[in-house]
């Protein structure tokens, strides 16, 4: 498995905030509210992410008081990383085309309430996909010194 692309990130955030702001034009007086239940689900993603990747790494390092780490617990905590790596950029683009549209309509109540519930869940899912990148980070297996020797 190779490393997440920051640049592929980028690209699906850019990509889904146009599509998101392109199609509210038509659509956003159809929409019911969005629901504010997003900001905190997404931040309790990130923070068990960047905590199991925090706790891999010192296992993966063999620190005292630690198990060792099974090779497939690690394999699948990268695949975790890489998805949500993936879905938050997907979600912070889908957030942030959200945000771009209400915020020249923020003189009315909804709009208002859509641009603060859509800004604060755009801010978690970076903080998500930063904990996303870190618990890739973490999984890396630490150069052995005898091979450096070799």
Not at 23 to 41: A, M, N, Q
Not at 57 to 69: C, F, L, M, S
Not at 88 to 95: E, K, N
Request: proline share 7%; net charge positive.
């Amino acid at each position: 498995m190779k490393p997440t692309r920051p640049g592929v990130l980028v690209g699906l955030f850019i990509v889904f905030a146009i599509l998101t702001w392109a199609l509210l034009k038509p659509l956003y007086s159809d929409l019911p509210t969005v629901p504010w239940t997003s900001i905190p689900t997404v931040l309790l993603l990130a923070i068990g992410e960047f905590y199991s990747g925090w706790m891999t790494k010192a296992r993966i390092e063999r620190k005292p008081d630690t198990k060792p780490v099974e090779p497939l617990a690690v394999a699948r905590l990268v695949g975790l990383a890489k998805a949500s790596a993936y879905g938050g950029a997907i979600f912070a683009g889908i957030f942030a085309g959200f945000t771009l549209y209400t915020a020249d309509l923020l003189d009315q109540g909804v709009p208002r309430r859509d641009f603060l519930i859509t800004g604060g869940s755009f801010v978690v899912c970076v903080l998500l996909v930063g904990a996303a990148l870190y618990l890739e980070h973490c999984c890396k297996v630490p150069k052995d010194s005898n091979e450096e020797d070799r």
